[in-house]
């Protein structure tokens, strides 16, 4: 997708936490208001791979993992998503580092959004390590969604 065909789209990145389909939810009121569509991403590393700790290509089972994370993506699509099916939704569901991909994905949209803590390993004091690695290198604006205002507006539906 070349970047004036983001330009009109919100992209968010989904990894199935209650803050990332509020992140969604969020986005999808915000596209209505924008007439945008979203692009909810959600990005894996195959379990005991780190992108530094093997110097050849390692074979896992990519399509088992890709399943299991499109799963997660439609879920949280399902919970977020309702009033909001007039919204056009681009489903992305591939391997790679989150962050990083994430910042490639958003180049050129109108924004990226996220919550502020996900199922990630390490988390800092006020966003999580997704979100502070975003911040950081985004060149579009960014929306983190505050837990405190995921606790306000209640879990979403089938949590």
């Not at 999808?28 to 979203?38: D, G, H, I, N, W």
Request: proline share 8%; with cysteine; hydrophobic share 40%.
């Amino acid at each position: 997708m070349n970047e004036c065909a983001r330009r009109n789209t919100i992209v968010v990145g989904v990894d199935g936490s209650e803050p990332s389909v509020q992140a969604l939810r969020w986005a999808f009121k915000e596209a209505t208001l924008r007439e945008a569509s979203v692009t909810a991403a959600i990005f894996w590393t195959p379990p005991g791979i780190s992108p530094s700790s093997m110097p050849i290509p390692v074979v896992t089972p990519m399509d088992d993992e890709t399943r299991v994370y499109r799963e997660v993506l439609t879920d949280a699509l399902d919970r977020a998503r309702p009033g909001y099916e007039h919204v056009p939704v681009q489903e992305i569901v591939e391997p790679g580092l989150a962050g990083a991909r994430l910042v490639e994905l958003a180049e050129g949209a109108e924004m990226l959004v996220l919550g502020s803590h996900g199922h990630g390993h390490v988390v800092t004091a006020l966003v999580g390590s997704v979100s502070a690695a975003v911040v950081r290198k985004a060149n579009c604006p960014v929306v983190v969604i505050p837990t405190r205002l995921v606790e306000e507006l209640g879990h979403s539906r089938n949590q």
